[in-house]
């Protein structure tokens, strides 16, 4: 069973800078997996900020472009995100998942406020 744990969020003042964590345990198939960090905000549908391919390829949304930098280590079977420049809009519990994402591994999520 796949089992994903993300950690590193937390409360953080506009301007300020988050790195996200998403440890994956269980998948055989994680280095050749497109990985992706995905948020919900309150009231909101959960949206695909980041995406990494297995070749280290990156793709973002338009929201965090620039901001946001993905990247993995295979090795470890670990994602990160990091984030700067973080802005109020970008309050939300974090996740990571596979791109296109599996209903059954999503992880609990971590969650990032924005709040001077």
């Known amino acids: 069973q796949v089992r994903r744990v993300e950690s590193g969020g937390g409360l953080v003042q506009p301007g300020g800078s988050l790195r996200l964590s998403c440890a994956t345990s269980g998948s055989i198939f994680f280095s050749t997996n497109a990985m992706g960090w995905y948020r919900q905000a309150p009231g909101k549908q959960r949206e695909l900020v980041a995406d990494?391919?297995?070749?280290?390829?990156?793709n973002y949304a338009d929201s965090v472009k620039g901001r946001f930098t993905i990247s993995r280590d295979n090795g470890k079977r670990t994602v990160y995100l990091q984030m700067n420049s973080l802005k109020p809009e970008d309050t939300a519990v974090y996740y990571c998942?596979?791109?296109?994402?599996?209903?059954?591994?999503w992880g609990q999520g971590t969650q990032v406020t924005v709040s001077s």
């Open positions: 990494v391919t297995g070749g280290g390829s990156t």
């Open positions: 998942n596979t791109n296109p994402s599996n209903e059954k591994s």
